[in-house]
C-alpha cells in the first residue's frame, strides 16, 4: 500500500485543504473519499477509545484482517479496501484537522470543498476518474449535500447513518430544538479545529500532530469558526439558513445506497429514508440494520455490502446488484435479533394501514373510534397518558407512523413528545440497543403545536410533513387539530404482547438505571429537548388536554404488514 500523507488539495478559492491518500502501489484504481472534520490522522482507538473496545470486543470481525493503524473514526479503513483495489483519500474539512481556514460546517462553502476534492480526487494519474463517496453521520450527511452538485466524476454514494434534512432531521424535531448539536459542538469540534497543535493528540504512524503543526490559542481558533449554537437559536423556524443547508435531493443522480439505523431515533434515520425516498437517482437502494450507532458501518455485514455495491458501481463487477430489490431490510424482533428481507419499495407494498383510535376514558387503543365527547389532561412537563391495546396474532410493523390528536394547552403552545412502545406480557417494556441509547423504543415523534402547518403536497396520513416556516400560538383552552409524524420503524410483535402510544411533554426516558453507560458517545442525553431557552415553563409548563368526540377522532396509523409469508427472506444479520 502507498501511502501519500497530507497531500495538499487547492479549493477554489485558492485554500489548500490536506488529504492522505492510501492506494495501491500500481495502475490507476476507483477512489472511495471521505471528508471528515474529526481528524483524518486520529487513530479510532485513540479517539474513541470506548467505542473502539466495545466494537472489537462484541463483534472480532471488525479489527480482524487488518493491523488497525490506520482505522479512523466514522470513515472506512484503508486496509480493508486498497487490496480490494480501491484508493482511499482521507480529506480534512476546511478549518479541521491538519487543514487550515475558517470552520463552517456543513455551508455551501465546505460543500464546494468537498466538490473540488472529488474533480481533483477523479483527475489524479493513480484514478480510473470514478469516485464514490463514503462514510458515517457527518461522513454522510454531507454526501447528500455535494452529490447534488453533481461533480462530473461523482460516480456512486453511500451515505451511512447520516441526515438529509438539517432542520426536521437533526436540529429541530418537530420544531423542538434537539441538544445534540450543542453538545456535539462542544464536545467535538473545538477539540478537532485546526491549531489545537500540541495540546492535541498524534498520528501514530507519522508522529505529527493530528491537529494542525501550529498551536494557537483558544480564543484565537473561537474567533475562526462559525457559531453553531447560536445559530441553532437564531434560526428556530425553516428559512434560508436551512434552505442552504438542505440539499436539492432531487438532483442527485448517481448511485445511491443509504442506510438507516432502526434505533436511530432523532438523528440516524429519517434522513437516510426520505434521503432515499427523494433522490432523482434512477438506482438507488434503502438499506435499515440495527445496533450501535458506530457498529455495522464496520462489521463485515455493513463491509461487504459496501464494497458490492461499489464493486458494480466503480468496477463494472457483474456481481448481480442489479438484481438486488431496493430495500434491504432487517426486521427487529423482540428478543433482539433480527430477519433480512428484500423488498420492493418504501413503504413496503401491502401494507396494511391500520388506524388504533385513542379512547381517553380508560386509555385504550381500540379499532372502533369511541363514542360521544372524552378528555384526558396532564402536566406538559412532567406527565403524559399512555394508551394500550393487546395483540392476539404476531403482528408486524414496519414503515412510518403518524398520530392525529386533538389538544388543548392552558399556556398559548405545546411540545407533544410520543412513545411507540412494546410491552411483554409481564409489563416490562421491550426496548433496543439503538444508535445513541442503550434502551430505543419502538418509535419516536415529536411536534411543537404552533408549528402545525402542514404542507398539503408534501403530506400523507401516515406521513405528515409540516412546513415549520410559520409558528403560530396557540390560543389557551382552543381545541387544535395536530398531527404527528412518527419515525420509520420496524418491529413483530408477538401475541399477547402490549402495544402502547405515550403522549408526554417531556423526552422518553427508560426507567433503567443504566441509560447512562460508560460510552460517552453512547448516550441518551444526545437527543434531548430540554434547553430553558427553546422551552421556557410559561409557555410550554401548561396543562394539556386531549379531546375526542363524534367528531374529532384521534388515532394512530399504523403500518400492519400482512400475516402471509414474505418473500426473499433471509439470515439475521444482528
Known sequence: MQIDWDVEIEADDGLLLRADVYRPTEGRHPVLLCYTPYGKGLNFAEGRPDQWTALCTQHPDVPTGSSNRYANWETIDPEK?????????????????????????????????????????????????????????????????????????????CPWEGCSDHYRDARRHGGILSTFIVRWYRNRIDKAQFGVGERGGRNPVTDVPVFGDETLPPEVRAQNRADLIAELHDHPTFDEYFESLNADLSAIEVPLLSAANIGGQGLHLRGNVEGFLRAGSRRKWLEFHNLEHWTHFYTDYGRELQKRFFDHFLKDEPNGWDDVPPVILNVRHVDGTTSLRYERDWPLPGTDWTKLYLDHSDQRLDRKPPAGERQASYQALSGGLTYRTVFDVDTEITGPSAVKLFVSSSTRDVDLFLVLRVFDPLGDEVTFAGANDPHTPVSLGWLRG????????????????????????????????????????????????????????????????????????????????????????????????????????????????PAEPRRNSGNSAD
Open 81 to 157: 479496501w486498497v487490496p480490494h483495489g480501491y484508493a482511499v483519500v482521507r480529506v480534512d474539512s476546511r478549518g479541521m484537522g491538519r487543514s487550515p481556514g475558517y470552520v463552517d460546517h456543513w455551508s455551501p462553502r465546505e460543500t464546494q470543498d468537498y466538490y473540488d476534492c472529488i474533480e481533483w480526487a477523479g483527475s489524479q494519474s493513480w484514478s480510473t476518474g470514478r469516485v464514490g463517496l463514503i462514510g458515517i453521520s457527518y461522513v454522510a450527511m454531507n454526501q447528500w449535500q455535494v452529490a447534488a452538485l453533481r461533480p462530473p466524476h461523482l460516480a456512486a454514494i
Open 450 to 561: 404552533s408549528h402545525r402547518k402542514l404542507d398539503p403536497v408534501q403530506s400523507t396520513p401516515y406521513r405528515p410533513y409540516h412546513t415549520h416556516d410559520d409558528p403560530t400560538p396557540l390560543v389557551p383552552q382552543t381545541v387544535y387539530e395536530l398531527d404527528v409524524e412518527i419515525w420509520p420503524t420496524s418491529i413483530v410483535v408477538p401475541a399477547g404482547y402490549t402495544l402502547a402510544l405515550t403522549v408526554q411533554g417531556h423526552d422518553y426516558q427508560h426507567e433503567s438505571s443504566d441509560s447512562q453507560t460508560s460510552v460517552d458517545w453512547y448516550n441518551p442525553a444526545d437527543a434531548m429537548h430540554g434547553d430553558t431557552r427553546d422551552r421556557p415553563a410559561d409557555v410550554f409548563g401548561g396543562t394539556v388536554t386531549l379531546h375526542s368526540s363524534d367528531r374529532q377522532l384521534p388515532y394512530v396509523i399504523l403500518p400492519v404488514i
